[in-house]
């Protein structure tokens, strides 16, 4: 007998439901049952197989369009392309969360098979285990069921956000997941630690992979979204400051300080304690930022949810976990201690001084992304913007690149720098830096500072690497992309070009060296959408393509910009975007000349390969293939342009204003970005007020009149943003305090 599609959706729903409460039913067995250890293996096998089952059957019911699970009607559409019809499955609350809990199940299985033969003071790894997963599985099953059913069955689904609709999106959550997820083997190794009072002898051979493992898919997580928000959102920038980015950017932070602390413990027996905070607050901050996207409390593109009772849920499993970890590391921290001192002039002490660095940066992105919350909840709105971070964050990194390239050429144990002629080099180096920005601009200043950082770390790790005659190590690759991708980044930030302009069928525009030639505009179909596609020729005959979509399903309209390679071994580009149209057949065109810009690829490639050789070195000849990577090429495609003023001074001060607010009603992009009708409205505001005479300052304040402060990116130096502005810069210089005193302490003469 046949099932209809309804009969159908609804055995996959009831069965994904048992699948799913079977999983639950073996996590609390192995969190609470009283169990053999030999057991907790099969159990965490068992446990990942009814999850992949659930999941298997999600997935099914998204690529065969089962419209009546609520999931697949509100984020699939018949029409849609099959890889976004399987990436949908992430790209929504639920099956994101089904997903992560998957991956973590997963990663605890193989971790218990890992540990079966090893001795008994590894067996409160399968509780923890098992109580982490039996609250993520509790947590889906209570408040956001994947197989939950639509009621009346619709006949059509919803369609994806076509945000998401793009191949770097369709992987990007998985991999970002693989680094979150990855982060609880270290932190429940770190618990193990703790509880039993000591740390095992092969602790730190056991962990390491792990981290670094778990860091190198959360940088390229990281990456590929860096590299989406660049072609996709179509304002030409690769970081946009939004809290959800924050989120993922604070545990890298740590997690960095891990990957290098770890090492140190291996190798010296040093930095012990340390190495266990961290790897307690690099989960932590895993978990405040999967709160923080899935409470509702920021507002983001990014958001996946807006529901506080999800929010709650994931606030106190959060909190279930950490709070104790904390109280259990206070209260073994003398027994924790390392035997070994820490040498301030040492490869330790410059690890150590890197990782407080590093704290004072979360600490920094902490306040810029939370600090609007507290002021909030006292009756204040504030928009922390760009600027406040190229103020406090940007600065404040600058010091690691100086030590990312000095680091390697100190040893382990010995309090003095080993090459007598880098006691002059540096030194000289940082005078000649500090004359050339004298008269600069900040941000020019900060951006020559960058380039020469990244110049100082790209020699410094060359020249280390040729000494040693060893290329191809993790460290070395992960240092030198360090250093290339912020050439990339500081180089396309001082030499950036940016035109916008109406064209005709045959019109020219000039952006930096290129020119380019508006040929067509034509019109398309694609599987889900309508669009204009122009097509822009370069001097050399080459075509850019932009395109402006309409997504009939969601009934949205969505840009892709066109990205080009050129000049300097193809180390620049051409960025294009097609806006609205104008009277008299005129297309609105934003072109961007952005030189150095495929370093910022390249280098966070090399990063993730370095990450990649490190972890898997231990096959002997494998890290020899990693250079192969190289040959991958990144995918280009991006929005949206406006109305514009005749004069280029006005249009150049109007684009300026608009870039330095907020839209009020949407989340929280700026009025020069958003596509949405009201924003384009204000931008048309500010264009009537500048041609109209009015000065910068009287257009700000009015619309700081209209719509409160919120509305500006610089959150205004007052009583209430004093702590906002100054704090990081008084923790950072207490940071330094510390390690001057540290330094002091650990003279010969003052240790006796």
Not at 504 to 522: C, F
Not at 607 to 628: D, E, M, N, T
Request: proline share 5%; with cysteine; glycine share 10%.
């Amino acid at each position: 007998m046949e099932t209809s599609g309804g009969e159908r959706s609804m055995i996959i729903a009831y069965t994904g439901e048992a699948f799913l409460g079977i999983a639950l039913l073996i996590a609390g067995l192995q969190a609470f049952g009283p169990g053999r250890y030999h057991w907790a293996s099969r159990l965490a096998w068992g446990q990942l197989m009814f999850v992949a089952f659930a999941f298997g059957l999600l997935l099914y019911a998204h690529v065969t369009d089962q419209f009546s699970l609520l999931s697949v009607f509100q984020h699939s559409h018949t029409h849609k392309p099959l890889l976004y019809k399987i990436s949908g499955v992430w790209g929504n609350h639920e099956g994101s969360m089904l997903l992560w809990v998957l991956i973590l199940t997963a990663y605890g299985a193989v971790l218990l098979s890992q540990l079966n033969n090893r001795n008994e003071s590894y067996s409160l790894i399968a509780p923890l285990m098992g109580f982490m997963n039996f609250g993520f599985l509790l947590f889906i099953l209570m408040t956001c069921d994947p197989f939950a059913v639509a009621d009346p069955i619709p006949l059509q689904g919803q369609d994806l956000n076509p945000l998401l609709q793009d191949p770097s999106l369709a992987v990007h959550p998985p991999i970002l997941y693989l680094g979150y997820a990855g982060f609880s083997i270290p932190f429940v190794l770190t618990i193990m630690t703790l509880i039993n009072g000591k740390i095992p002898d092969d602790w730190s051979t056991l962990i390491r992979p792990w981290i670094l493992s778990s860091w190198t898919f959360l940088t390229l997580g990281a990456a590929l979204g860096s590299f989406w928000a660049y072609y996709e959102l179509g304002w030409g920038g690769w970081w946009f400051w939004d809290p959800v980015e924050n989120a993922a950017l604070m545990p890298w932070l740590t997690g960095t300080a891990l990957v290098h602390t770890i090492v140190v413990h291996k190798t010296t027996k040093a930095l012990r304690a340390w190495t266990l905070f961290l790897s307690i607050l690099t989960f932590a901050l895993c978990l405040f930022g999967t709160f923080l996207v899935r409470s509702g409390l920021l507002t983001s593109v990014h958001n996946f949810a807006v529901d506080p009772e999800r929010g709650a849920f994931i606030l106190i499993l959060s909190s279930l976990l950490v709070f104790p970890a904390l109280g259990l590391f206070m209260w073994r921290l003398p027994m924790m201690r390392s035997p070994v001192p820490t040498l301030p002039l040492s490869r330790s002490g410059l690890i150590l001084l890197m990782s407080l660095i590093l704290i004072t940066g979360v600490l920094t992105v902490a306040l810029g992304t939370l600090y609007p919350l507290i002021l909030e909840a006292f009756g204040e709105k504030i928009t922390v913007g760009a600027p406040y971070y190229t103020a406090t964050f940007v600065p404040m990194m600058l010091p690691l690149l100086v030590l990312t390239g000095l680091g390697p050429w100190y040893i382990w144990a010995s309090n003095g720098l080993p090459t007598s002629s880098l006691k002059w080099v540096l030194p000289l180096f940082c005078v000649t830096i500090l004359i050339s920005c004298f008269g600069l601009s900040i941000s020019h200043a900060l951006g020559l500072a960058a380039f020469a950082g990244a110049v100082w770390v790209t020699v410094s790790t060359l020249g280390y690497a040729v000494k040693k005659r060893k290329i191809f190590s993790g460290t070395i690759l992960s240092h030198l992309g360090i250093g290339i991708a912020v050439l990339g980044m500081a180089g396309s930030s001082l030499g950036e070009k940016e035109m916008i302009q109406a064209l005709k069928i045959g019109d020219k525009i000039r952006v930096g060296p290129i020119s380019l030639t508006l040929q067509q505009v034509t019109s398309r179909e694609g599987a889900n959408y309508t669009a204009h596609r122009a097509t822009l020729d370069l001097e050399n005959g080459l075509p850019l393509t932009p395109e402006k979509r309409f997504y009939w399903a969601q009934k949205v309209i969505h840009g892709e910009s066109a990205i080009r390679s050129v000049g300097f071994g193809w180390l620049n580009h051409i960025y294009v975007t097609i806006g609205e149209e104008y009277e008299g057949q005129k297309w609105s065109i934003h072109a961007y000349y952005k030189p150095f810009i495929n370093l910022l690829w390249i280098g966070m490639l090399l990063v993730v390969i370095g990450g990649g050789v490190a972890c898997l070195k231990r096959f002997r000849g494998l890290s020899k293939l990693s250079p192969l990577l190289l040959l991958l090429a990144f995918p280009t495609w991006g929005i949206d342009a406006h109305e514009q003023l005749s004069d280029s001074s006005m249009e150049e001060r109007a684009r300026i204003l608009s870039q330095k607010m907020v839209c009020p009603t949407c989340q929280g992009q700026l009025l020069d970005e958003s596509p949405i009708e009201s924003a384009a409205q204000l931008r048309i505001q500010i264009r009537k007020a500048v041609r109209a005479g009015e000065t910068d300052e009287q257009i700000v304040n009015e619309f700081v009149k209209k719509y409160g402060s919120q509305i500006i990116t610089t959150p205004p130096v007052s009583s209430s943003t004093y702590i906002l502005w100054f704090g990081p810069w008084l923790f950072l210089l207490a940071v330094v305090g510390i390690f001057i005193g540290f330094k002091v302490l650990a003279r010969p003469g003052k240790n006796g």
